[in-house]
């Protein structure tokens, strides 16, 4: 009886792995890739603005694109307090 218990716990704990680790691929995806490809894309705009002005529109995207970085590097940060306070 008591095997049958543990092997149910079990189940429910590779079930429950499965499921945090496609709920961060989806939540938080790759940090690192983000940040650089945010990144790129500032570079982007800024080269853009060195040749000619930015009109407003693309002004706003790149306003954008700072606010994402700005949120990227916060759940970067925060991914690392947690991870220090978990070792």
């Not at 499965?18 to 894309?41: A, H, I, M, Q």
């Not at 706003?60 to 947690?82: F, G, H, P, W, Y």
Request: hydrophobic share 35%.
């Amino acid at each position: 009886m008591r095997g049958n218990n543990i092997s149910k716990l079990k189940d429910k704990l590779k079930m429950l792995k499965t499921d945090l680790k496609v709920w961060n691929r989806e939540v938080f995806g790759c940090l690192d890739s983000s940040k650089k490809n945010l990144l790129k894309d500032i570079e982007a705009f800024d080269i853009r603005d060195n040749y000619s002005d930015l009109d407003e529109e693309a002004q706003l995207k790149r306003m954008e694109v700072i606010s994402q970085l700005k949120v990227t590097d916060n759940k970067i940060a925060s991914l690392c307090r947690q991870k220090t306070k978990a070792s």
